[in-house]
């Protein structure tokens, strides 16, 4: 887990994990085990959450990619993070 952005509204949050290999391939060539995971897009005022996988999740990486290119200010990837915010449902819970 790596936080990748932090501002006073926003925490994202890198997720990566092994994934396992099928009951099949184990001790086989084929066990070489693929990263998977997503980013966690916390939205501090409302208080809710949402996680990114899969195709989702590449497609906010390409968007945050492109955005770097720019050398953006923070209200700028604040702005780009506020287009996931109608997404979140999750309510944010502290454990």
Known sequence: MQVFYNSEN???????????PAAADRGSDA?????????EIVDKFARKEIFLQGA??????????????????????????????????QPLSLH
Do not use: H
Request: negative net charge.
């Open 10 to 20: 926003f925490t994202v949050v890198r997720i990566d994990l092994q994934a396992q």
């Open 56 to 89: 989702l999740a590449e497609s906010f990486k390409r968007g945050v990619d492109a955005l770097i290119q720019t050398a953006p200010s923070g209200e700028e990837i604040d702005s780009y993070l506020e287009r996931f915010a109608a997404l979140m449902q």
């Open 31 to 39: 066990t070489r085990q693929s990263s998977r995971g997503g980013y």
